[in-house]
T-cell receptor
């Protein structure tokens, strides 16, 4: 299957700082990328959908000014958690699809964010 | 509102048995269906995709799709303890749209 690389895999930051997470599709052009958050023992929660070159579409309840998403190229999307707080500690996962019909989504390895 | 429903489990099966995981979906427009496996603390990995009615086999895994009943299933033959994970069912259409995920079924395979 296709490879999606997410970096960093683990990050600890101080409350009030910002953290950037990168998601790269290594061997295909990801027209659309998705960002999820997952709390322990809970299901995936879609945060936003981003298409290359356009603004991300955020799910209800997700603060767009806090979770900044940039999808500047067909192989790279970034999620920046601004002014992080302990309640933002979670497992953040990106996934990517191409624009063909019936395509599966491939997931990055995930980033475990801990805000102290 | 597109929905994908799964029993949260856990589904417990002994080693060597067949595990049967089920999923129903609400959107008749969904064209493609996927099963992902997620180990604790890891991101989901794709294990099967199915687009047409009927069965699709890949090794120990068989996916089944019944569009009339809006039902998707995954059978795991000769279950192994290493199969213990949460299995996510997802449905989707074009590549521009997000997949709709179920909440997942936890499978426990006991030695």
């Amino acid at each position: 299957g296709a490879v999606v690389s997410q970096h960093p895999s683990r990050v600890i930051c101080k409350s009030g700082t910002s953290v950037k997470i990168e998601c790269r599709s290594l061997d295909f052009q990801a027209t659309t990328m998705f960002w999820y958050r997952q709390f322990p023992k809970q299901s995936l929660m879609l945060m936003a959908t981003s298409n290359e070159g356009s603004k991300a579409t955020y799910e209800q309840g997700v603060e767009k000014d806090k979770f900044l998403i940039n999808h500047a190229s067909l192989t790279l999307s970034t999620l920046t958690v601004t002014s992080a707080h302990p309640e933002d500690s979670s497992f953040y996962i990106c996934s990517a699809r191409t624009d063909r019909m019936n395509t599966e989504a491939f997931f990055g390895q995930g980033t475990r964010l801990t805000v102290v | 509102q597109k929905e994908v429903e799964q029993n949260s489990g856990p589904l417990s099966v002994p080693e060597g048995a067949i595990a049967s995981l089920n999923c129903t979906y609400s959107d008749r427009g969904s064209q493609s269906f996927f099963w992902y496996r997620q180990y604790s603390g890891k991101s989901p990995e794709l294990i099967m995709s199915i687009y047409s009615n009927g069965d699709k086999e890949d090794g120990r895994f068989t996916a089944q799709l019944n569009k009339a009943s809006q039902y998707v299933s995954l059978l795991i033959r000769d279950s192994q303890p290493s199969d213990s994970a949460t299995y996510l069912c997802a449905g989707g259409d074009s590549g521009y749209s997000t997949l709709t995920f179920g909440k997942g079924t936890m499978l426990l395979v006991s030695p």
